[in-house]
């Protein structure tokens, strides 16, 4: 849901990225709704090979995970929207490095 302004003055707009290209959004507003009211459904694919995308938008649900300036698995929904954050979508498994933690086989 977008947040309320007051109707004498617009909202102040600013920018992200969203997989390399220019959002739009409405200080205040979520990632999700700042997606979807750019026509942006899909935030990420199931390693089965099916979209993912906003559904709850309460934080419930997890379906609308994204990369958040590099942090992995945030939700879009209740995340609200800063100036130049670089949001990507997820795809599938990531790999683990030493840097995760883990080690590669």
Known sequence: MRPPHDLHEPPLRISFKF????IEACEGETVA???????????GMRTSGRTR????????CHECLVEIDGLANQRAC???VRQHMKVRRLTG?????????SREP
Request: some cysteine; overall charge negative.
């Open 19 to 22: 997989d390399d290209e220019a």
């Open 33 to 43: 709704t700042a997606l979807l009211a750019s026509g942006v459904m899909i935030t």
């Open 53 to 60: 995308g906003p559904y709850c938008l309460i934080g419930v």
């Open 93 to 101: 498994l990531r790999r683990l490095t030493e840097e995760d933690g």
């Open 78 to 80: 209740i995340t609200t």
